[in-house]
């Protein structure tokens, strides 16, 4: 099996039942009378639990799709990554925000600059709201290129001092978040190749990577808030000291829920962080704590179901 039948067999594999409904209307969309290749091979792929290539074609060569296989195959796998786009279009703000640059990019192109400003303004809180710092500066940038393309004739000096201002903000932020995601990076690297560590010399070798400095004062912002107190917990555990762990836990926990829109738009680590506080109060005997967490697990909203099954 080669690596890109194995991409394709994945991703159809990796589909929840909505998407796969979704896929067969999106695909059918273009087809007239019969079934058009992209759905039948689908259909046959999607039956199969394990996939050998020259046994599907042999099986299936007097299908459509057995002609030209592999252009079928590649023109599939697109297809299936754009019904996936289009199926979840909306549904996170990122997604939103994302598809509403993309609107920007063509109210510009049709030459509607104050559309374009008046749907910079609208999102811009929206990034911000949910410290999106790559996507705040790539709006920040469209509306400053905006208004050189525009001659400036709707900005004022003290306007483009502060887009400079809110652009400048929002690189450190961003400085902040990847300072602090590195060092989560590092230790989860070395925790991943070598275990938890078994002696004090591994352990001051894990410490070793300057990491300290760093962790010395939880930021303000939320992702760099959350690297921080998640390197502090992953020391926790590599000590063995659950109750430090616990701590480091519950700070993360009272971190997202003041911010629940943060939960709705990424619960994955929400998820995560009360699955890993269970294991802690096991560790620490602390039984009858448990089912309140589990409980929590259980009010997070079914668009996460897929992710909390993965």
């Keep these: 099996m080669s690596n890109n039948e194995d991409h394709l067999f994945k991703l159809i594999r990796s589909l929840s039942a909505s998407e796969k409904r979704y896929f067969s209307i999106y695909a059918s969309r273009h087809t007239v009378g019969e079934e058009n290749n992209s759905v039948k091979m689908f259909k046959k792929l999607e039956g199969l639990q394990n996939y050998d290539e020259k046994k599907f074609r042999e099986k299936n060569r007097k299908e459509g799709f057995a002609k030209h296989y592999r252009f079928n195959k590649h023109f599939l796998y697109k297809l299936i990554l754009q019904s996936l786009r289009s199926f979840h279009a909306g549904k996170t703000a990122e997604a939103e925000i994302r598809e509403q640059i993309h609107y920007i990019d063509i109210l510009v192109e049709k030459g509607l ?14 990034a911000a709201k949910y410290q999106f710092f790559e996507l705040s500066f790539e709006i920040l940038h469209k509306e400053m290129s905006l208004h050189r393309d525009h001659g ?6 003290a306007k483009i001092e502060s887009i400079f201002a809110d652009m400048h903000t929002t690189l450190q932020d961003l ?17 991943a190749k070598g275990g938890f560590p078994r002696n004090k010399k591994n352990l001051d070798d894990v410490f070793g990577l300057d990491v300290n400095s760093k962790l010395k004062k939880a930021p303000t912002q939320f992702s760099a808030a959350w690297n921080f107190y998640t390197s502090k917990l992953a020391i926790s555990f590599m000590k063995r000291d659950y109750q430090n ?37 096991n560790n620490l005997h602390k039984y009858d704590e448990v ?12 668009r996460s179901q897929v992710l909390r099954n993965r």
């Design 175 to 191: 400085h902040s978040l990847i300072e602090l995601e590195k060092v989560t990076v590092r230790i989860s690297q070395r925790l």
């Design 245 to 281: 762990a616990l701590d480091g836990i519950n700070a993360l926990i009272e971190l997202v829920e003041s911010r629940p829109h943060m939960i709705a738009e990424r619960p994955k680590p929400y998820i995560n962080v009360l699955h890993n506080k269970i294991v802690v109060l």
């Design 113 to 126: 600059f104050d559309q374009a400003l008046e749907l910079i303004e609208s999102i811009k809180a929206k």
């Design 291 to 302: 089912p309140a967490v589990a409980a929590k697990i259980d009010t997070i909203p079914v």
């Design 152 to 157: 400036f004739a709707d900005a004022d000096e």
